[in-house]
């Protein structure tokens, strides 16, 4: 059983994290989802045990299964479920404010606004030499004069 | 008995009703400002009597102790929480004062603060872990707030770097649960000194993964940088003076109080490790022009300060990489909250913050410097105490080229690149009464070289109590 147990949560975060490193936003989300639900496994491998229903008054001499995994498993879970709607929520406004989805066409869409940013900066510049050079030159022939 | 959890019982409510309503309206913040004063009050109070009463404890629901869930409080976690709701209130001062554009940040501000006081204040792991995922929750959407493509990107790779970490933690307790049999903080560390090496290791390592994520550890600290700079400079100051905790006090706790016989064996690496840290932030601070840039690799290079102190171990270690953690929150907080207003006032609050952070005196910067540079004489090392010179040195240039670039040039020039109003006496105020506070603790360090030992000592008694 522990074995399955392994072979299950190895697969799954193995597939969690090959999804993590695509550049498409939603695979990003859809591998952590894979991930969070690896870890829930392993609570829920962590302390696998038969025995009777874990409700008091507790009656004969089975043992009692653990409850407590379970607890923690359906915590993590909800926890997972949060932090995927936030995911969800957090690349609806990235695909709406950058019209894209795919982390290449994003960062080269940002790479472009920077340079964008650069130039209109660098044609500012330009635009103020040449007055401050008249400026100065007018100081000079102040002087001369 | 019932003062541990009256803290929570504040910050609540609180949290919610102001999720509830418009936090871009003044009262709103208002009311959040009030309630985590009161919260603040409740937990210096608190930490008051851990530190003259010793530990405290408090089973929920009146279950017998082996059955409820425990909420423990030491001097470590009274003095971490306080800390915490501290610079989490400055930060939220502050930004009411500037005027909050966000709808959610108040509530967002009291969740944050309502997890950190929880992750401090818990016995138990798995409800550590359930506070610390409401702590990065409102931050992931702290950082997402402003709304705009960069904010969202961010906040994007922030929340999945952070929940990778947060899985490889949520697989670490439950193979730690496996291991031990127990959730409970003290019984697990009882627990764990038998274990074998092959199974506690990987354990501590998993550990040791997570809260390096968290911390911004030097081979983990990718996301670092792209969201100090994305955020405004109250929230940075939350993240850098509030959040950052959790990494140093998981290190402390996990690491010093639950698994003390693995962090001795993997001393080495992790003075490798942190000492990588402090170089690369170091130097990737130097070559960087932005503020907040500055102090996102500048916190990359204090984290491996603190895996140091712990590498170093022994009493004077944890108590220097606690004054360290407590002095370094302080000083960050001050240097973001300062970095983007203007006048001679908030000028020198920021030179206060950045010689602090240099490790001059008469600031508290100095004492974590100080209390380091003993552990390093302690520990007979002269590659650590030549370590800390070098890096105090190179903190001086980086924060004097950042506080040249940002306030030494013709006004003109500098308000082309990010043009600020002057800022109003309020925001002057919160960045003033903070360089106080760190000038108070260097000319009057007691407190808190008296705190930092009790910590450091409680931390101790957790891993040796059989």
New interface residues.
Partial sequence: MNLVFAVVIGALFGAGVYL?LKPD?FR?VLG?VL??N???L??M???LTRGQAPIAPVTGPEPVADP??QA?TV??LV?GF??TA??LA??F??SR??HSVDLDA?SRAEAREAEAAEARELAHDEEREPDTREHQQRGHDEVTR | MSLIAVPLLVLWPAAIAAALLDGRRRGIGVLAIAALTAALGLLAVLLAAVVTGGPRELVAGGWPGDVGIRLRVDALGAVFAVLSCSVLLAALVQAVLTGIRSRAMPALTLFMALGLTGLFLTGDI?SF??FF?LAM?SA??LT?AG???RE??A??LF??VN??GS??F??A???L??AT?T?EMEAVAAQAAPLEPNTAIPIAITFFVAFGIKLGLFPFHFWLPTVYVSVSPPVGAMFAGALANIGAYGLLRFGAAILPAELEFSATALIVIGTVSIAYGALQAIARRDTREVLAYSAIGHAGYVLVALGLGGPAGLTAAVIFSLANAINKALLFLASELRGPLVASAFLIGALSVAGVPPTAGFFGKAALFEAGIDAGSVATVALLFVGGALSFVYLFQIYQHDRWRPRAEREREMPTGRANAGQRGIAVALALVVLALGLWPEPLLAIGERAAQDLAATGARP
């Fill in positions: 993590l936003l990003v952590l991930v969070s690896a870890a829930s392993t609570l491998a962590s302390g407590l995994v923690m915590t993590a926890i949060a932090v936030l995911l957090l690349v406004g990235v404010t950058g994003l | 798995f872990y359930v995922e929750i992931y959407a997402a709304g705009s493509g969202l990107g906040a994007f929340a999945v929940l990778v899985f490889l949520l697989i307790i439950g193979a649960y496996r049999g959730l």
